[in-house]
């Protein structure tokens, strides 16, 4: 049915037009998609722009609140509004992997009508190592490869896999304060990349902070070290590896604290390339003049280029959600 057309109340001296929303095509069904935050709304919005169709369409938007609260507890408060026209998208964070333990995993986990990433979070869908290199194409227009992101994001995966097994067990268990979200950040973060040899020389250096942290900590919970084993299987039933804990880790640790750094100093290196080409062709007097202007004017953000990736559609987590989203477009028509 298409929506009624509302008459708005005429216009105070100042006050700017809003827009009215295009009337949905008779015979549609809108469902309005409630996700955590502002930042969220874009990543959702590639999710099911491939599932519009003439028979559904999609609206994404947060909940209106009379406060400025935003975030996953927001979200979920919203769930007796969930049904076939309303869903709600939310991060995984810990619940998919921490199954049924928690009431609110158990929630997430069993509804029909609430999706969650898999992943920890979009942003680790949006550092998906085999998208990153195309990150620094249109951040440089550049596409000389001197970086093997994938390697260098297994190689990590696998330095820090040890300290990420206790800063999960640590969570699911209750037992924060033996390993916190602010130490596993001060672990695991990298403060810079040595792109030679593939960035070798600080991966050596992490897997020595790692190493260290985790003596410490089996030390002081010999209990908790014990359980290390079972925990872990737990985790590989779930589809965590030692290659591929990136995806499973805090979202902004891994984006702002690893990804970005590495991003940042291959896009250093390929600007420069890019630059030294220009000076070093033919080119003389004010065609050089040009050339280097239009190579500049060409550039964008390193950050925004990231935010605004959708090229993690092959990742095999990603493939559960669209299963879960098409299996809720089956059940409810």
């Not at 084993?229 to 604290?257: C, I, K, W």
Request: proline share 3%; with cysteine; charged share 25%.
């Amino acid at each position: 049915m298409a929506r009624t057309k509302v008459n708005h109340r005429p216009l105070q001296s100042g006050e700017e037009k809003i827009p009215e929303r295009l009337p949905v095509d008779a015979g549609k069904r809108l469902v309005t998609v409630l996700v955590e935050g502002y930042e969220d709304v874009a990543f959702w919005r590639g999710i099911f722009d491939r599932y519009e169709s003439d028979k559904v369409t999609f609206e994404v938007t947060v909940p209106l609140r009379k406060d400025l609260a935003k975030g996953k507890k927001t979200l979920l408060a919203q769930a007796d509004k969930c049904g076939p026209n309303t869903i709600l998208c939310m991060d995984s964070d810990f619940d998919y992997l921490f199954a049924d333990q928690t009431e609110q995993a158990a929630e997430i986990n069993s509804s029909p009508f609430m999706f969650h990433t898999y992943a920890y979070s979009t942003e680790n869908y949006v550092c998906y190592a085999p998208s990153l290199h195309n990150i620094c194409v249109k951040a440089t227009k550049n596409d000389a490869k001197i970086f093997d992101f994938e390697e260098f994001l297994a190689d990590y995966s696998r330095t820090i896999y040890p300290a990420f097994l206790w800063y999960a067990y640590s969570a699911q268990s209750g037992m924060q304060r033996a390993f916190t979200l602010l130490d596993f950040k001060s672990t695991v973060r990298i403060g810079y990349l040595d792109t030679e040899r593939n960035g070798a020389d600080t991966i050596a250096w992490l897997g020595r902070q790692v190493a260290r942290r985790v003596v410490s900590l089996a030390e002081r919970y010999p209990e908790m070290a014990e359980r290390m084993p079972a925990f872990e299987r737990a985790l590989l039933s779930r589809g965590v590896t030692p290659d591929n804990v990136y995806l499973f880790m805090q979202g902004h640790t891994l984006m702002d604290n690893v990804v970005m750094v590495a991003l940042n100093a291959v896009c250093d290196k390929l600007r420069l390339m890019a630059t030294n080409r220009i000076a070093t062709s033919a080119r003389e007097g004010l065609s050089l003049i040009n050339e280097q202007s239009n190579y500049n004017n060409s550039l964008c953000n390193v950050r925004d280029a990231l935010l605004f990736n959708e090229n993690y559609k092959q990742c095999f987590l990603y493939k559960n959600l669209q299963s879960d989203i098409e299996q809720f477009l089956e059940i409810t028509g």
